[in-house]
Structure formats: structure tokens, C-alpha cells
């Protein structure tokens, strides 16, 4: 059982940048995510890596935000720059899920999440 432990969250302005770190104590499978879900929308996924290091985008965040992984410090991180209003929610990390080639699907572990506000 692997605990995932996130943080970065923050309130920042639009065009603003933040990023989101998550400490894995274990083993975290072949694939993590980082999830967003926003007040009365469903969670999707933001962005994944595979173990081979690629990785995937939703379009709505392609060429803002940077997934990365430091396997010595066990560590996911989540690079968001030109943030947008939208981008407002609640930022979940995610691991042990089955890579379908585009996303990290039905993660076995997840954080409790880290709030990003952009005004």
C-alpha cells in the first residue's frame, strides 16, 4: 500500500505558475496521473507517465503544464505555468493505475489533493 502525499497548492493570479510535488512512500505501479475536479464538475485527468518516462496531456493543459518524476526522491511533480482561471480545482495525485498507452486508468492509489485557486 503505497501513500501519496501532495502539496504546492496555492492562490495565484492568471499567467501565474505553480508546482504541485507528490511524495510516494511505496511502490507506485506502472503509471501515475495527477486528476483535477473542480466544484461541480466530474475529475479528469490532467496529465500521466508511464514508467518509460512518456507522457500524456488533456488539451486543455498541452504546452502549460509538465509532468515529471524523480524516482530517487520518489517524488511526482506537476509544473503549471500560464495558469488560467480555469484551472481553478481541487489537484489529486494518482499511481498504480493500468496504462491504456494515453492515460493512467483505474489508479489504485490516490492523495487527498491540494486546492489550486487562479483569479
Known amino acids: 500500500h503505497v501513500q501519496l502525499v501532495e502539496s504546492g497548492g496555492d492562490s495565484v493570479q492568471a499567467g501565474g505558475s505553480l508546482r504541485l510535488s507528490c511524495t510516494a512512500s511505496?511502490?507506485?505501479?506502472?503509471?501515475m496521473a495527477w486528476f483535477r475536479q473542480a466544484p461541480g464538475k466530474d475529475r479528469e485527468e490532467v496529465a500521466s507517465?508511464?514508467?518509460?518516462?512518456?507522457?500524456n496531456y488533456v488539451y486543455s493543459v498541452k504546452g502549460r503544464f509538465t509532468i515529471s518524476q524523480d524516482n530517487a526522491k520518489n517524488t511526482l511533480y506537476l509544473q503549471m505555468n500560464s495558469l488560467k482561471p480555469e484551472d481553478t480545482a481541487m489537484y489529486y495525485c494518482?499511481?498504480?493505475?493500468?496504462?491504456?498507452?494515453?492515460?493512467?486508468?483505474?489508479?489504485?492509489?490516490w492523495g487527498q489533493g491540494t486546492q489550486v485557486t487562479v483569479s
Open positions: 507517465i508511464y514508467k518509460d518516462g512518456s507522457t
Open positions: 494518482a499511481a498504480d493505475g493500468i496504462f491504456s498507452g494515453v492515460k493512467c486508468l483505474r489508479p489504485r492509489q
Open positions: 511505496g511502490y507506485t505501479g506502472d503509471c
